[in-house]
């Protein structure tokens, strides 16, 4: 009875036994896995995580000055452009954009002068002050030097009304160069264009 009574004691010895030392590996397991996932969601979120974006390049302007005639210094009004004289116009004297006030087109590059100024009025209009001579060119096309010379000489006028953008008008300076301007802005403020003046 003794020896019965024993051996069930020792068989709940050793299930208390058993399930205490399995009871320390599930704990040692589940922390185990508990940090594997903790460490594995880390490095995902990390992974996935948007990269910060590369920053743009400076961008960096390149200013040339052209030296003028007079004396070689550098020619500038602050409204216009320094003197050019691309391939695309051959003999031109000056190339460049001109915005109108009163305007000289025998300076280089134009700028308010004397009395052979030319100038707009509502920002349509152009009258000349002195013997320069304009008419606006109706042909297809776009003249060229000798085009806008020939016109001008026969039937040049000191006064253009109600132009507009894309208008093209041809003149000669009092100084007798051929120019073509060609307006890109037509408003109450502003007459915006681009001008070619040609060599006498």
Not at 56 to 77: D, E, F, L, M
Not at 158 to 182: E, W, Y
Request: net charge negative; charged share 15%; glycine share 12%.
């Amino acid at each position: 009875m003794q020896a019965n009574g024993g051996a069930v004691a020792d068989e709940g010895e050793a299930k208390k036994t058993g399930w205490g030392t399995l009871g320390h590996q599930w704990i040692t397991a589940i922390a185990a896995l508990v940090t594997a996932l903790t460490g594995a969601g880390f490095f995902v979120g990390r992974a996935s995580a948007p990269s910060t974006p590369a920053q743009p390049a400076p961008v960096t302007a390149t200013v040339t000055v052209t030296a003028g005639a007079a004396g070689g210094a550098p020619v500038s009004n602050g409204h216009a452009p320094p003197r050019s004289s691309p391939s695309n116009t051959p003999d031109a004297y000056f190339t460049g954009p001109v915005t109108f006030g009163s305007i000289n087109l025998d300076l280089n590059p134009p700028a308010e002068g004397d009395e052979n100024d030319i100038a707009d009025h509502f920002g349509s209009d152009l009258f000349t002050a002195g013997e320069s001579r304009m008419r606006v060119w109706i042909d297809d096309g776009v003249p060229g030097r000798d085009d806008c010379s020939r016109l001008a000489a026969a039937d040049g006028t000191n006064q253009l009304d109600s132009l507009h953008a894309g208008s093209i008008v041809c003149g000669i300076t009092a100084k007798g160069r051929p120019f073509r301007l060609t307006v890109r802005v037509s408003a109450a403020s502003d007459l915006v264009t681009d001008a070619v003046v040609w060599n006498a």
